[in-house]
């Protein structure tokens, strides 16, 4: 017997029918009265088409489907599964971006912390030059560790050397798009308030409140290291709801506010894609 799990489309009659890529199986209606589509993906072993099942919906490959079935083509029925959330472990990389000391800090709750710094000085040659070492270091700790999804303090405008942090940026930009590395950006004043409750704090500030959390005694970190340690716990926030993994209910309201809505009832980061983040 083979079995294939299908895909409830939530479009109606009055609407445009899905794309190609999804089939609809004639006269076949779901128990909520929607038509459904095959995904095209199916297995001889039912057990084995739930794992699929679930594997696709974790994924996030059909962000816009109500839910997923199996189809049993012998019975011509449909089987209800239960989609089990996948327990994810991402790699996430915060970073302060600089040229004398680029900070970098990588979250995964299965791993030790894993951090450093790049540094460069004016005797390693032009600006121009030491961009270029700022980002092939930044392309090896990716390759490293395979990373995907990274958060980045926002440069500050009208500051001391705007402008080539500005242009680090761009280099680092560049790497992410041509590599498909999923970046939000989290401001000075998000990271400094949500860490000491004080958008104004000092840099001793955040190395005392970071060492606090990591437990460090005798530890070493700059600061940095630190603004990249709460650029990643921000971003792993942010990249678990964009994805879903967790609802605006499970936001404190910290986050709320630098997510969703702000003080000023500005909208959030996650209402402004392609400014505050970018999907490459």
């Not at 395979?146 to 080539?164: A, C, R, V, W, Y």
């Not at 437990?215 to 709460?230: L, S, T, V």
Request: aromatic share 12%; net charge neutral; hydrophobic share 35%.
């Amino acid at each position: 017997m083979k079995y294939r799990f299908e895909v409830v489309y939530t479009s109606n009659d009055d609407l445009n029918e899905p794309s190609a890529d999804l089939l609809r199986i004639s006269g076949l209606i779901s128990p909520n009265g929607k038509k459904c589509y095959t995904t095209g993906l199916s297995h001889e072993d039912l057990d084995e088409a739930k794992i699929i099942a679930n594997d696709v919906r974790n994924e996030n490959l059909y962000k816009s489907k109500e839910s997923l079935l199996i189809y049993d083509t012998q019975t011509n029925k449909l089987i209800s599964i239960e989609i089990k959330k996948k327990e994810r472990s991402r790699e996430i990389l915060g970073l302060d971006l600089s040229m004398t000391s680029f900070g970098w800090f990588l979250h995964n709750e299965k791993r030790k912390p894993i951090y450093g710094s790049f540094k460069t000085k004016p005797e390693d040659g032009i600006d121009l030059k030491r961009f270029m070492i700022q980002r092939d270091r930044f392309v090896n700790l990716i390759n490293d560790y395979k990373i995907d999804h990274i958060g980045i303090e926002q440069p500050f405008l009208m500051s001391f050397n705007t402008e080539k942090l500005f242009a680090l940026h761009q280099f680092i930009l560049e790497i992410c798009y041509t590599r498909h590395i999923k970046v939000v950006y989290i401001t000075p004043a998000q990271i400094k308030t949500y860490a000491t409750d004080n958008a104004q704090a000092a840099k001793n500030d955040m190395v005392f409140k970071t060492k606090e959390v990591l437990g460090f005694q005798r530890e070493k970190i700059n600061d940095d290291e630190c603004d990249a340690y709460w650029v990643g716990i921000l971003a792993e926030k942010f990249w678990k709801l964009y994805y879903k993994e967790i609802t605006i209910e499970d936001l404190t309201e910290k986050e709320k506010y630098i997510f969703i809505k702000n003080k000023s009832k500005k909208p959030g980061i996650l209402y402004k894609e392609n400014i505050s983040y970018y999907v490459f």
